[in-house]
C-alpha cells in the first residue's frame, strides 16, 4: 500500500468539495435564471447550462450536445433520451455528473415545474431520503455498503416510493489512474459491499463516497434523482 502523508489527503477532499460547492452555485444560478422554464426544449436548457458554466464559472461543458436536463418521462429513461420540452407541471432532473468529471464527484437535483403538490413531494422526499442517509451514515462508523444501502430501501418504501437505481451510491476521488477498483461490488453503496465504506484503498487513499438517491413515482410516470457527497459534508 502506498504511503501519503496528510496534505496529499487533504488537497484531494478539497478538490472533491469545490467540484460540489461549484455544482451548487451552479443549481442555484440555473434554478434562478428559469432555464428550466415550461415551452423550453431540454436541449435549449443544456446549452443554455453550457453556456452559463463557462461564462459564469469557468467550467468547460466539453464536446457539443452533452446534456443535463431530462423531464417527465425521461426521468425514468436509462442512457441516451430523447428530446423533450419542459412542460407547465414537469419533474425535472439536473445532472451535472459530466460537468464535474475533471473533479471526479457528482452532483444532481431534482425540480419540480408548477403547483403539482405530488410532483413538490417527490421533491421532498428525495431530500428527507438522502438526510436520512447521511445520519445514518455519520451514526455507525463501521457501516457497511450493504447495511446503508438497506437502509435506504427502507427509508424509499417509507415514503411510499421505489428505489430507481439497484445501488445508491458509489466510490469517487480516486486517482484517474487507479479507477481499476471501481468496477468491483465494494466501490458502490450496494447489496453486495460489505466492506465498511469508511477505509483505506489500495493505492492508499481514503475511500470518499457519492451519494446517489434515485427515487420512483410510479403513479405519476416519472422520478427524481438526490446526489452529491456522502462523507465529506
Known amino acids: 500500500m502506498a ?55 469557468g467550467v468547460r461543458a466539453g464536446p457539443a450536445g452533452r446534456r443535463f436536463v431530462r423531464s417527465g418521462p425521461n426521468t425514468l429513461v436509462g442512457g441516451r433520451w430523447p428530446d423533450r420540452v419542459i412542460g407547465a407541471r414537469d419533474v425535472v432532473v439536473l445532472d451535472f455528473e459530466s460537468l464535474l468529471a475533471p473533479y471526479e464527484t457528482g452532483f444532481a437535483r431534482t425540480v419540480a415545474v408548477g403547483d403539482g403538490p405530488e410532483r413538490r413531494r417527490l421533491v421532498g422526499d428525495l431530500a428527507v431520503v438522502a438526510g436520512a442517509a447521511r445520519e445514518a451514515f455519520r451514526a455507525d462508523e463501521g457501516i457497511t455498503g450493504r447495511e446503508l444501502h438497506a437502509r435506504i430501501r427502507a427509508l424509499a418504501a417509507e415514503a411510499g416510493r421505489t428505489p430507481g437505481a439497484w445501488h445508491a451510491g458509489r466510490l469517487t476521488g480516486t486517482p484517474p489512474a487507479t479507477h481499476a477498483e471501481t468496477t468491483r461490488p465494494e466501490a458502490f453503496i450496494g447489496p453486495d459491499n460489505d466492506r465498511p465504506l469508511r477505509r483505506t484503498l489500495e493505492e492508499g487513499w481514503r475511500a470518499h463516497w457519492i451519494l446517489e438517491i434515485h427515487l420512483v413515482d410510479e403513479a405519476h410516470g416519472h422520478a427524481g434523482v438526490h446526489t452529491e457527497l456522502l462523507d465529506l459534508v
Open 3 to 57: 504511503t501519503l502523508d496528510r496534505m496529499d489527503l487533504r488537497l484531494r477532499s478539497l478538490h472533491l468539495l469545490e467540484g460540489q460547492r461549484m455544482a451548487q452555485r451552479l443549481f442555484a444560478h440555473v434554478v434562478s435564471a428559469r432555464v428550466l422554464a415550461p415551452g423550453r426544449s431540454e436541449r435549449e436548457a443544456d446549452e443554455r447550462i453550457a453556456l452559463i458554466a463557462q461564462e459564469v464559472f
